[in-house]
Antibody
């Protein structure tokens, strides 16, 4: 079964760091474009970051310079390192797979992991 | 921050037809980029509903359909059912300087009366 499972969320103080992990099964992340999408409580969806086959990485303006996406093909995981966290980073973070190419839809989503930034 | 605008809510009685609009600009939908639609139930992850403007993934009922014209797109639900009560989001690609690469709509809550 094709599946994504996120982990690593939690409560963190402003200015702190957190690392999210997305574990894939049923396919190889090395063959796919992968992304992180977040959703603040009661709000809509916001694309955060993407990593493409070949190693390119892309970020939303709101997180560029603070977040880093990476993939570990041997573990079949995609991670999101989040530094200098702010209250407005509070959200459910979803790992999502691009169906085919970088402009294709997100066809597989994880269940999400909650990140709360608060003192 | 959303650059795709949707109505906050739409409603209809069972069996009726409802339409959700998604209005973008010349840096996303109007530039020819495809529109995708997602369905989300409370507390769960989004699910792909329509891709590439008007295509349904396997398992999605044919009462869901999509279209695109100019700088806008629409999702139509014909024969509305109680199980369709959910939030719906459009999504596209954007090349604008101030927008992220991938943009979502503001979201529409569908209520079945």
């Amino acid at each position: 079964e094709v599946q994504l499972v996120e982990s690593g969320g939690g409560l963190i103080q402003p200015g702190g760091s957190l690392r999210l992990s997305c574990s894939a099964s049923g396919f190889s992340v090395s063959d796919k474009y992968m992304s992180w999408v977040r959703q603040a409580p009661g709000k809509g969806l916001e694309w955060v970051s993407g990593t493409y086959t070949g190693g390119s990485t892309y970020y939303a303006n709101s997180v560029r310079g603070r977040f880093t996406i990476s993939r570990d093909n041997s573990k079949n995981t995609v991670d999101l390192q989040m530094n200098s966290l702010r209250a407005d980073d509070t959200a459910v973070y979803y790992c999502a797979r691009f169906a085919t190419h970088r402009r294709s839809p997100f066809d597989i989503w994880g269940q999400g992991t909650m990140v709360t930034v608060s003192s | 921050q959303s650059v795709l605008t949707q109505p906050p809510s739409v409603s209809g009685a069972p069996g009726q037809r409802v339409t959700i609009s998604c209005t973008g600009s010349n840096s996303n939908i109007g530039a020819g980029y495809n529109v995708h639609w997602y369905q989300q139930f409370p507390g769960t992850a989004p699910k792909l509903l329509i891709y590439d403007n008007n295509n349904r993934p396997s398992g999605v009922p044919d009462r869901f359909s999509g279209s695109k014209s100019g700088t806008s797109a629409s999702l139509v639900i014909t024969g509305l059912q109680g199980e369709d009560e959910a939030d719906y989001y459009c999504q596209s690609y954007d090349t604008g300087l101030t927008a992220s690469d991938y943009v979502f709509g503001t979201g529409t809550k569908v209520t079945v009366l």
